[in-house]
């Protein structure tokens, strides 16, 4: 499947890539399913990423609001 230091931008080109051939190609059952499979295992990790970026970016922008009240203080 994927490993752990992959990164986004490689999960992401790789579901892509794994979109269209199941889009375009006459792909066998067997091998549909296992395409399928590592689609759905690249999508958690894609989502994964970008949801530990959203808190991180969350936590940023409060200390920065933080930082602000204070010196408007």
Do not use: W
């Not at 399913?33 to 690249?42: A, D, K």
């Amino acid at each position: 499947m994927t490993e752990k230091n992959e990164s986004f931008e490689a999960s992401l080109a790789k579901l892509e890539a794994i979109l269209k051939r199941l889009e375009t190609e006459d792909v066998p059952l067997e091998e549909m399913l296992t395409l399928y499979e590592e689609g759905v295992s690249l999508s958690q990790t894609c989502r994964k990423v970008l949801e530990n970026a959203r808190q991180k970016l969350q936590v940023i922008s409060e200390h920065m609001n933080e930082e602000k009240e204070t010196t408007l203080e």
